[in-house]
């Protein structure tokens, strides 16, 4: 998996007023868990850009103090109404032991739905995967090339080589939607079938 590096600056005092003062500097106050002693540390909020505004899933390179771990965000807080991020929470992963992650889906090929007029609906935009990071793919690929009207691709119909999907087998993933043009051009298609067969 693809990993994006952040540095962040050790924080010497915690609470409201500590959190206020960051926030007032354009930083975010940070936790890292699963490394020993929880260790608290700011970031940037500028930071976070290309690590949450993004559809794909990364892991961190953090550097806290000089100490680098690979880490994943866990959690992030926003404000209610100016959407600022207020906290963030990451949680340093053992490289030897599966994790779970969310990975983004990437939709490939043709479908015979869409081109016979359906639209495209993609309910799940990730999916929530286990194991060992090595085998963690930048995505998951979804096949549509035998999506029909009216079908769906559910997450039992995907396999993916050393990985567990734990999303409930019947969702659905993506689908072919049955548009008023596509039914009314099936209407018509099968009204001139039987004006032939009167003939």
Do not use: C
């Given at each position: 998996m693809k990993t994006i590096a952040l540095k962040g600056e050790?924080?010497?005092?915690?609470?409201?007023?500590?959190?206020?003062?960051?926030?007032?500097?354009?930083?975010t106050p940070c936790?890292?868990?699963?490394a020993g002693d929880n260790v608290h540390f700011a970031l940037y909020e500028a930071d976070f850009k290309n690590l949450v505004y993004t559809p794909n899933?990364?892991?961190?390179?953090?550097?806290?103090?000089?100490?680098?771990?690979?880490?994943?965000?866990?959690?992030?807080q926003y404000h209610p109404v100016s959407e600022a991020i207020l906290h963030a929470d990451f949680y340093a992963i053992d490289l030897s032991n599966p994790q779970v992650l969310q990975l983004p889906i990437q939709v490939v090929g043709n479908s015979p739905g869409v081109r016979a007029g359906g639209k495209l609906r993609t309910k799940i935009k990730k999916l929530t995967v286990k194991g060992l990071i090595q085998d963690m793919p930048d995505?998951?690929?979804?096949?549509?090339?035998k999506l029909q009207l009216?079908?769906?691709?559910?997450?039992?119909?995907?396999?993916?080589?050393?990985?567990?999907?734990?999303?409930?087998p019947e969702n659905s993933?993506?689908?072919?939607?049955?548009?008023r043009a596509s039914r009314s051009a099936g209407a018509t298609a099968g009204q001139e079938e039987e004006e032939e067969t009167a003939e």
């Open positions: 050790l924080r010497g005092s915690l609470g409201k007023a500590a959190n206020k003062q960051l926030r007032a500097k354009g930083m936790v890292l868990y699963g899933t990364y892991l961190v390179r953090l550097d806290t103090g000089g100490n680098q771990v690979i880490a994943k965000l866990q959690d992030i995505f998951i690929e979804v096949n549509i090339d009216g079908k769906s691709v559910r997450v039992k119909d995907l396999s993916v080589e050393n990985i567990e999907l734990l999303d409930t993933i993506v689908s072919v939607v049955i548009t």
